[in-house]
């Protein structure tokens, strides 16, 4: 079976070198990697609670954002370091989600929780319409998530500059209005829809035969999209609630 995956595309040529990965073990490393971020973002945020340590959650969210995306993009490119990276980058992801999870309880108390639920929730239903063949990774179905996503990451990179250069932000889409919350909701939609594609991955890279140790870029990745949708039902949250 042939990919244009990039990342399978790669996985191809060596593949028949090393003991193959199963859709267990990929489910198991991202179950792992899932629960060390949890429980480390849970006790950083608990932390938070009781010290009333702003700072320590501002600095957490920054170094675990920075961090989790440098790790990610370096076994993106160089899939045979996942295997190193993938508990480092689950820290680092835990440490974003402990951060920024307290940021926003102090200004929405409850958003957290209702965010958590709603990444759950989603992510039980989604993976239930791809095992039952309703929702499928097909060509054009990729190609329409992962630019969406190419033209979100873009549209946040615009914020972040405009915000740390100028203190400005982009007209709109980023304020509580109805424009604000259609944009973070159209954010929240293509985040979880990217579950589809890690599942798809997961799915390709075995019957394709990848390395054993591929196992741990599919958990990395489907981590990556988890924390992604939580994040997302957060800003939407707090938008629908109240100014951002």
Do not use: H
Not at 40 to 67: D, K, P
Request: aromatic share 12%; net charge neutral.
């Amino acid at each position: 079976m042939q990919s244009n995956n990039p990342i399978l595309t790669r996985v191809e040529t060596y593949s028949d070198l090393a003991e193959p990965m199963t859709i267990q073990g990929a489910i198991q490393k991202s179950v792992l990697l899932t629960v060390i971020a949890a429980v480390l973002g849970m006790a950083l945020f608990l932390y938070c609670v009781i010290t009333a340590n702003i700072s320590i959650a501002y600095a957490a969210t920054i170094v675990g954002a920075v961090g989790g995306l440098i790790l990610a993009l370096i076994t993106t490119f160089k899939s045979n370091t996942a295997p190193a990276l993938a508990i480092p980058y689950a820290l680092f992801e835990g440490a974003f989600l402990g951060g920024v999870s307290f940021i926003f309880q102090l200004k929405f108390p409850g958003v957290p929780l209702q965010a958590l639920l709603a990444t759950f929730v989603t992510t039980l239903v989604l993976f239930a319409l791809y095992k039952f063949q309703v929702i499928r990774a097909t060509e054009k179905f990729k190609a329409v998530v992962i630019s969406a996503s190419i033209a979100i990451a873009l549209v946040f990179v615009v914020q972040i500059v405009l915000s740390l250069a100028f203190s400005s932000s982009i007209p709109y889409i980023f304020e509580s209005n109805w424009l604000g919350i259609a944009f973070a909701a159209f954010v929240a939609v293509i985040a979880s829809l990217n579950l589809i594609l890690d599942f798809d991955l997961i799915e390709n890279a075995t019957a394709q035969g990848a390395p054993k140790a591929f196992e741990w870029v599919c958990a990395i990745a489907l981590l990556a999209t988890l924390v992604w949708m939580y994040y997302s039902f957060l800003r939407l949250l707090s938008l629908i609630q109240g100014d951002d």
